[in-house]
């Protein structure tokens, strides 16, 4: 039986749109995640995480992350790339993004975090697969970099709330016009 799970989206972007430098680097991100945390909290982080199942993630991102330790527990990954073949820790399927939503809604998570770049953003928008997404706009204009999505046709979004954080970082949270 299939189910349609809650897509949602939360990232960081610069106020110039990018999410990375033009190699994929995110240490830009350093001084905003100390401001963030700077009373000893998380920037919401914990809470947004506790309600995830499992990731829907792009392929240069799942594998980055796994550089890090996969810090996501026992959350699968659905990982969007053209090999049919691939194989990591921590997979639950792997392939185009019309197969993984298959797969997504044949599952029984609830709720899927839609992580990586603008290829994986925008594949997960043209697919209607974002329910809403939290942006987390940061105070600096990188000048080039990899774009938080990647051209494609436009999606109108509602803003639901919008909330001031320490370092001058500015929370978003859209949904999803139909």
């Not at 000893?40 to 792009?58: H, N, R, S």
Request: charged fraction near 20%; aromatic fraction near 10%; hydrophobic fraction near 40%.
């Amino acid at each position: 039986m299939t189910h349609r799970p809650e897509y949602v989206g939360y990232i960081a972007m610069s106020l110039d749109g990018y999410i990375a430098t033009p190699d994929g680097g995110v240490d830009w991100l350093n001084p905003f995640n100390e401001a963030l945390t700077s009373d000893g909290g998380d920037g919401g982080y914990g809470d947004f995480i506790t309600d995830i199942d499992a990731l829907m993630v792009g392929h240069a991102t799942y594998i980055q992350v796994l550089g890090w330790g996969w810090p996501y527990e026992d959350r699968p990954a659905y990982v969007l790339t053209r090999r049919h073949d691939f194989k990591g820790d921590h997979i639950a399927a792997a392939g185009p993004v019309d197969s993984l939503k298959q797969s997504i809604e044949a599952s029984d998570h609830r709720r899927i975090w839609i992580m990586g770049g603008g290829q994986t953003q925008r594949a997960a928008l043209d697919a209607g697969m974002f329910d809403r997404i939290t942006v987390f706009l940061m105070p600096t204009l990188l000048g080039n970099g990899l774009p938080c999505f990647a051209p494609g046709v436009q999606h109108n979004l509602t803003l639901s709330a919008s909330t001031p954080m320490p370092g001058g970082i500015m929370k978003l949270d859209y949904t999803f016009k139909d």
